[in-house]
């Protein structure tokens, strides 16, 4: 993991895709939260961003470049932040950022990021070409 200040952003890059609270269910017995949970917060943020966008049902296919750089604690509401980088005829990558706001309100900082690739599938889960009119990504101000 690290913890090199200049890898840590000013702010966010995307639109905020979710908020949610890290509990005690989520931690290790060291009292900080798993990669896995983070990695599954993350998914569902892509998997949001990547469904507006296919205007249906995506799958995530890969999870690339997933760099964790500080933990995740118990108490901290975690961030995420959606990017499309690159839309295909089937396919949709997403860079995805996690920032955690300490104490639920305290200082916040950039703890994990990845890029996502999501595919349009339909109803019995074949690939499909994305809808021509998917709207874009709204965007939002980031949470202080």
């Given amino acids: ?30 009292g900080d939260i798993f990669g ?31 760099t964790f750089h500080r933990p995740v604690y118990v108490g901290d509401v975690l961030c995420t932040y959606a990017d499309i980088i690159r839309s295909g005829r089937t396919s949709i990558a997403i860079h995805i950022e996690a920032w955690a706001q300490r104490g639920r309100q305290g200082e916040r900082v950039k703890v994990t990021q990845g890029v996502f690739t999501f595919v349009a599938i339909d109803d019995q889960g074949r690939p499909r070409p994305l809808s021509e009119s998917a709207p874009e990504p709204a965007k939002e101000q980031p949470i202080p």
């Fill in 36 to 66: 896995g949970w983070v990695l599954s917060q993350m998914d569902i943020a892509g998997g949001i961003t990547a469904g507006t966008h296919a205007a249906g049902r995506v799958a995530t296919v890969a999870v690339d470049a997933m």
């Fill in 1 to 30: 993991m690290s913890t090199d200040t200049s890898e840590q952003a000013a702010e966010p890059r995307g639109s905020l895709a979710t908020r949610t609270l890290a509990m005690p269910a989520d931690a290790n017995p060291s």
